[in-house]
């Protein structure tokens, strides 16, 4: 008999797909029962343009700084081309001083391992109690130190790993036992690394999540159905983009503005 997940025609899952579940079931079930994606902001932009930067920086240790953060800021523009968010000047600015912050710390590693045809590994993993797999890309992968280190974008520097964060490094280290997980933290002004400690514990909370989220698959085959049986949190960030805003209109029936910025 067809899992729940299956029915639904969901083949894996991912870090960032138990997390959605968890801080907003109604976009999750949106976006993979109903196939509306939202579109990223400019800050997401910035965090994929600093880890362009930095990999560029880390594989080839050569590379002048000043050229990493040229290659950096070049992929915000790209990603950013046809955006009207007013944050998007902002978010440039703190790409260049947080490229130089990273390759600083993460050249002390040395050069991360290839994988073939990409510089990022995948791993998919199979956990007990789980029907499909979990599917994910690592950073950057030092197997001459047992470690893995995750690269994370803030405004402002965490003191601790997140439950997300340590959730997805669960599942890296399910993926690989003997290695260390890190997640690195970088701001315009600092950065802090930090290890994730008993991932066991935080890797039952993802089979947890991952039941549940079964549970509720099971309550009906009729994705629209189960979307529209939750309570989207419309105050959350998560539906600021207008794209997903006039999606939950459609959905949900409601007329809706976007929610003002603090």
């Known amino acids: 008999m067809a899992s729940a997940f299956e029915r639904h025609g969901l083949d894996h899952l991912s870090a960032s797909s138990i997390n959605l579940f968890?801080?907003?079931?109604?976009?999750?079930?949106?976006?993979?029962?109903?196939?509306?994606r939202s579109m990223v902001g400019p800050a997401a932009h910035r965090g994929t343009a600093i880890e362009a930067g930095v990999e560029m920086g880390l594989f080839d240790p050569a590379a002048p700084v000043e050229a990493c953060q040229e290659a950096a800021v070049g992929r915000f523009n790209q990603l950013t081309a046809f955006s009207a968010d007013p944050a998007v000047e902002k978010e440039r600015a703190n790409i260049a001083p947080a490229v130089a912050i990273a390759l600083a710390e993460l050249r002390q590693y040395g050069i991360p391992e290839a994988a073939d045809g990409n510089r990022q590994h995948r791993i998919e993993v199979q956990l007990p109690g789980v029907p499909v797999p979990f599917i994910g890309w690592l950073d950057f992968w030092f197997p001459e130190h047992g470690i893995i280190v995750d690269l994370k974008t803030q405004a402002r520097l965490s003191s601790k790993?997140?439950?997300?964060?340590?959730?997805?490094?669960?599942?890296?280290?399910?993926?690989?036992?003997?290695?260390?997980?890190?997640?690195a933290y970088v701001t315009p002004q600092k950065m802090g690394v930090y290890r994730l400690e008993d991932p066991r514990t935080h890797l039952d909370r993802v089979?947890?999540?991952?039941?549940?989220i079964e549970r509720f698959l099971s309550l009906s085959d009729d994705g629209a159905a189960l979307t529209r049986s939750l309570s989207p949190d419309f105050d959350s960030f998560y539906w600021n983009d207008p794209a997903a805003r006039a999606a939950a209109e459609e959905i949900w029936g409601q007329s809706l503005e976007a929610a003002p910025q603090a």
């Open 22 to 36: 968890v801080a907003q079931p109604a976009m999750w079930a949106m976006q993979k029962l109903m196939g509306r």
């Open 161 to 183: 790993i997140s439950d997300p964060h340590a959730r997805q490094g669960a599942i890296y280290h399910a993926a690989h036992g003997n290695a260390e997980i890190r997640f």
């Open 207 to 212: 089979v947890n999540i991952a039941q549940s």
